[in-house]
């Protein structure tokens, strides 16, 4: 949905809050009964249009849109070469963080924000797929080198035609310059993401406790 079909849809029935982190209400629905306030989720000026966070709301629940627009295609990738979505998105990350040199599995759990437990898990499937290999560190036997075997690349190159087909089209609607923004604030939403989820773990601490 576009932007513009966005705004459409924010409608002109409702009254902006009375103050700003007050609850919004709004009057319609067969014979004109007033709909039930519903409050504010953000408080920030910067998201709030007229005293509203319908705006606001657009963004996150378009936000969910693409991440499931996004998961379907990375499932897709991952079928094309025999994998679970979220083995092929471990390959692949290896794959290019080696460029840079070797790969231990926290700077494959670092670079996709996920536990290293969990990439643990997900490496010993790739292992056992033979898609990787695991090399234990002469030096420190605790640490474990990540490198994408034959067969991995060969998936990989099977996967490449297509896989450029589709990211095209998925982010074909973007320019440099709003690539190059994009990329920026997703980085910086990540940032304040991670400290918005400490916070909700302590509120909903504190919130137990009570």
């Known amino acids: 949905m576009g932007r513009a079909a966005g705004k459409r849809r924010l409608g002109s029935t409702v009254r902006p809050a009375s103050a700003a982190n007050g609850p919004v209400a709004a009057k319609g629905g067969e014979g004109g009964r007033a709909r039930s306030a519903v ?3 953000t ?3 910067e998201l709030l249009s007229d005293g509203r966070d319908r705006e ?3 963004l ?3 936000l969910f849109g693409f991440a499931a627009h996004h998961e379907q295609i990375r499932a897709g ?3 094309v070469i025999g994998l679970a979505g979220i083995e092929y998105t471990v390959l692949i990350s290896i794959a290019h963080l080696s460029l840079e040199g070797d ?3 926290k700077a494959v759990a ?3 924000y996920l536990s290293g437990a969990f990439i643990t898990a997900v490496t010993q499937r790739l292992v056992k797929l033979g898609m990787i290999h695991k ?3 002469s030096g420190d036997r605790r640490r474990v080198a990540l490198t994408v075997s034959n067969k991995g690349r060969a998936a990989l190159e099977r996967l490449a035609p297509i896989q450029r087909q589709v990211n095209d089209v998925e982010f074909g609607c973007l320019s440099r310059q709003e690539f190059a923004l994009l990329t920026g604030i997703v980085d910086r939403l990540i940032d304040s993401g991670a400290r918005a989820v400490a916070l909700q773990k302590y509120l909903l601490a504190d919130f137990a406790a009570r």
């Open 39 to 41: 409050p504010l989720t």
């Open 43 to 45: 408080s920030r000026p």
């Open 56 to 58: 606001f709301r657009h």
């Open 60 to 62: 996150v629940h378009a």
């Open 77 to 79: 990738h991952g079928t």
């Open 103 to 105: 790969v231990s599995v």
């Open 110 to 112: 670092d670079h996709l």
């Open 135 to 137: 090399r234990i560190d």
